[in-house]
């Protein structure tokens, strides 16, 4: 995946975080401008619950209903975490066939 998709995974984690925080925070957070933070907000909102707020004491956040517990792995560390299970599943450990199963839930 791109740069862009990494820097939504870390906006989605700031929300996640909990808590109402500005785009000037996040774009100060990851660097870039606050229009490219407005357009990532804005296509995130097709696929996640983000609150915004107008005027004094505004800002975003995650909507309180939705959580993912607390975090998000980057897609990188999902390929390492597959990887690690599938050599266990492969392997003659007698864990193997609880790793393919966890293998199999996770990744479905």
């Known amino acids: 995946m791109g740069v862009k998709y990494d820097r939504q995974i870390d906006v989605i984690n700031l929300l996640l975080k909990g808590g109402r925080v500005t785009i000037a925070n996040i774009s100060y957070r990851l660097g870039v401008s606050a229009r490219t933070i407005k357009r990532d907000i804005a296509d995130l909102q097709f696929h996640f619950p983000i609150d915004t707020f107008q005027g004094r004491g505004g800002g975003i956040e995650m909507n309180k209903c939705f959580t993912l ?6 897609r990188e560390h999902v390929q390492l975490i ?9 392997s003659q450990a007698k864990e193997s066939a609880s790793a393919a199963e966890l293998l199999g839930w996770l990744f479905s």
């Open 82 to 90: 597959k990887r690690a299970l599938e050599y266990l599943a492969h």
């Open 69 to 74: 517990g607390g975090y998000m792995l980057k």
